[in-house]
Structures are given as C-alpha cells and as structure tokens.
C-alpha cells in the first residue's frame, strides 16, 4: 500500500468516538480472498473494524462462517464487543432471525450496513435467467429483507447504510449486466426506504465505490485487465477504509440530517473525468 497515502486510506488513523453506545450491524462483513496471497482488506472488513475502533458494538453477519469469525477477531482487537453471525442475507427467515438476535444480544439496534453484492453473467448473450435471478437476489432482495425486518427494531437516531457500486451510473466499467441493474436498483430503494424511515427519525443513505483495491477488485480486473488503467482524477484506485469512512460518517451523528442521499466514492471518476 502506498505510503502517501493518508493514515485513514490506510486504516491507520486513530478511533474518534464517533459511534461510542453504538449497536452496529455489518451484513456482508466478512470477506472473500479469493486465493490471493496478498489480498487487501475489503470493503466489509474495513467497514466492521472501523465502526468497532469508533466505540461502537458491531455484529458481523456473512454467509461464509470462517470470514464472519477472522473479522470479528479483528473486531475485538479495536476493543469493542462483537458478535459474529452466519446468514444467507438472501433467506428471510435467516435474515429476521439475524436482526432478532441481534436486537437482543445488545440490547437494541442502531445501524445496519448491507454490503453483500456479486457478479454473475457476462454480456446479455452470456447471462443466463438464473444468473440474473441470483444476482438480483443478493444485490437487491438481502437490502430489501434487511431493511424490512431492521426498521421495527431500530430507535430514533438509526441509521441504514447500502453499499451499491459506481457501476449503477457508469455501465462502462462492468460487463455484467445483472450487476449493472442491480445496483441501479439500490437507488430507488434506497429513497423508498429513506420515505418509510423518516417519521420514526431513522435516516438510509448509500454509498456507491468507484474501482476500489479489494481482492474481489482484483478478480474485476483479472477479467478486464483494462480496469486497472482506467484514468482515475484522484490517480489512485479506492481502499477499502476510504469506503468505511464514508459509511461510518452516514452512521455518525455528524449525518443526523441527510437521508436518502448517495455518497459517491470513486475518486471523482463518474464527476470529472
């Protein structure tokens, strides 16, 4: 990782307290290597870490069991209480079940992120229905479910966060037409949810990442080596702690009056390039 890079971008910056008392779920915070040696931290890690360091009580929800537990190892090195958790975010019955539990092992719930989304197909000629059902299963279905089952639970001050991907606006950095709509659709889930969630005063905002250094990143651009010479304003790709900063601060009461909004994280790359 480069050294010039700011100690937040590195995830090296100190814990500011900005979530102390914070009950924080992370669906999806687990994460894939994907055989790499040296696979950087993703977006889930990064985000579940990060909330932890700023004092908050974090579940770790992913449907890989292994992953779910490393992160919430590394959780609890910041300090913070942690509850790793297995769920198929696609599977309502595991999802209602996931929220329950966590409601009552810590007492309440006041943040959920839901950053679960893959690929499937390539092109329309080589996309299947099922990739295209499955896709939209997981890139779509797990933040409705989530949301659904997360507001009756949730107090005053709460905040939902989506993870999307800059691909929803930009087609031309994915050639997997599945991925592209489903993240388009996020948008307009994202200001539904945000309607439905206004009157009990919880706020949902997402966050879409450009091209970002996850190892799940690199498999992108191992398919499409051009996606590493894309010419990005900022002249670096993302990391992951880029995109847990931005989420964090949604969760933080710094964001108390923003709702239904879209941070874009990608480097200026959909804005000004």
């Excluded at 847990?244 to 804005?271: K, M, R, W």
Aim: charged share 15%; with cysteine.
């Amino acid at each position: 990782m480069s050294t010039d890079l700011f100690a937040e971008a590195q995830g090296n910056a100190p814990g500011r307290a900005r979530l102390i008392g914070r009950r924080i779920l992370v669906v999806g915070g687990g994460q894939q290597t994907y055989e790499m040696p040296d696979a950087p931290i993703g977006n889930g890690r990064a985000m579940s870490i990060l909330c932890g360091r700023e004092g908050a009580m974090v579940a770790v929800a992913d449907l890989n069991t292994g992953a779910a537990a490393e992160t919430a190892r590394l959780v609890e090195a910041q300090g913070a209480k942690v509850l790793p958790m297995t769920v198929d975010a696609t599977n309502e019955a595991d999802v209602q079940q996931m929220i329950q539990t966590v409601a009552e092992q810590f007492g309440g719930l006041d943040g959920v992120i839901v950053n679960v989304g893959m690929a499937r197909g390539l092109r329309l000629a080589q996309t299947s229905v099922a990739d295209w059902d499955w896709v939209f299963a997981l890139n779509a279905r797990a933040h409705f479910l989530c949301s659904k089952h997360a507001l009756p639970v949730m107090e005053p001050g709460g905040a939902i966060v989506f993870i999307s991907s800059t691909a929803a606006v930009l087609p031309s950095t994915s050639d997997a037409p599945a991925y592209v709509a489903s993240k388009a659709a996020l948008a307009g889930l994202n200001v539904y949810v945000a309607k439905e969630a206004a009157p009990k005063g919880i706020r949902v905002n997402l966050v879409a990442p450009g091209l970002i250094d996850t190892s799940l990143g690199r498999l992108a651009t191992l398919v499409r080596p051009d996606r590493a010479h894309t010419p990005i304003p900022l002249a670096r790709q993302g990391t992951a702690w880029d995109v847990a900063y931005a989420a964090v601060f949604l969760l933080s009461n710094e964001a108390s009056y923003i709702t239904g909004q879209s941070i874009i994280v990608d480097g200026g790359l959909s804005a000004i390039r």
